[in-house]
């Protein structure tokens, strides 16, 4: 199973909106509405941001939001802040033996 | 509130094993699969299993079977994974979500670190 393709930088502006992708295939992003995206500073762990494609869990801003077309989804941050600044992962659940898999990451710059 | 707290770093011979412990606290640790996530130095999140803390029932990712044990202690709501890896990584304990299609709260990490 080959992880999910992001890119591996993204960088804004405070107050712009960036949106990172997250490409799959059929197999896991495209065939499940079981997408997540994770935060995480360095040296900490990693934060739950969206899950399940669209939804956020209590306490996450709603600066942050998520969506899907078919094999690629997408994290959007609006009104973005320094506190933004981290690295970002998506996982999707996948129809393999090994049902879980991450993308390689994507690094957020606030400029 | 719901707590993961993983046992403290480890260094480790090759060929050698350890085992890193996942305690959990402020909900029902049956009731949610533990999973466990490799982070290599430098590196990216990467998926090695679960376990069912209610039935023990485990499944691996095909890389790492035959290098990792998930076990627990439900009377100690500890979740544990053995490995005999020789790779130098962080290992996190996370708790599955409900609908199993994410991970909503995880330990704080334990680093492993294999030298001679």
């Known amino acids: 199973q080959s992880a999910l393709t992001q890119p591996a930088s993204v960088s804004g502006s405070p107050g712009q909106s960036i949106t990172i992708s997250c490409t799959g295939t059929?197999?896991?992003?495209?065939?499940?509405?079981?997408v997540s995206w994770y935060q995480q500073h360095p040296g900490k762990a990693p934060k739950l941001m969206i899950y399940?494609?669209?939804n956020r869990p209590s306490g996450v801003s709603n600066r942050f939001s998520g969506s899907k077309s078919g094999n690629t989804a997408s994290l959007t941050i609006s009104g973005l802040q320094a506190e933004d600044e981290a690295d970002y992962y998506c996982?999707?659940?996948?129809?393999?033996?090994?049902?879980?898999?991450f993308g390689t990451g994507t690094k957020v710059t606030v400029l | 509130q719901v707590q993961l707290v993983q046992s403290g770093a480890e260094v480790k011979k090759p060929g050698a094993s350890v085992k890193v412990s996942c305690k959990a606290s402020?909900?029902?640790?049956?009731?949610?699969?533990m999973h466990w996530v490799r982070q290599a130095p430098g590196q990216g999140l990467e998926w090695m299993g679960w376990?069912?803390?209610?039935?023990g029932g485990t499944h691996y990712a095909q890389k790492f079977q035959g290098w990792v044990t998930m076990t627990r202690d439900t009377s100690i709501s500890t979740a544990y994974m053995e490995l005999r890896s020789d790779d130098t990584a962080l290992y996190y304990c996370?708790?599955?979500?409900?609908?199993?299609?994410?991970?909503?709260?995880w330990g704080q990490g334990t680093l492993v670190t294999v030298s001679s």
């Open positions: 996370a708790r599955g979500t409900a609908a199993a299609g994410s991970f909503d709260y």
């Open positions: 402020g909900y029902t640790f049956t009731g949610y699969f």
């Open positions: 376990i069912n803390p209610n039935s």
């Open positions: 059929s197999s896991d992003v495209g065939g499940y509405n079981y």
């Open positions: 399940d494609v669209t």
């Open positions: 996982s999707s659940f996948t129809s393999t033996t090994t049902p879980y898999v």
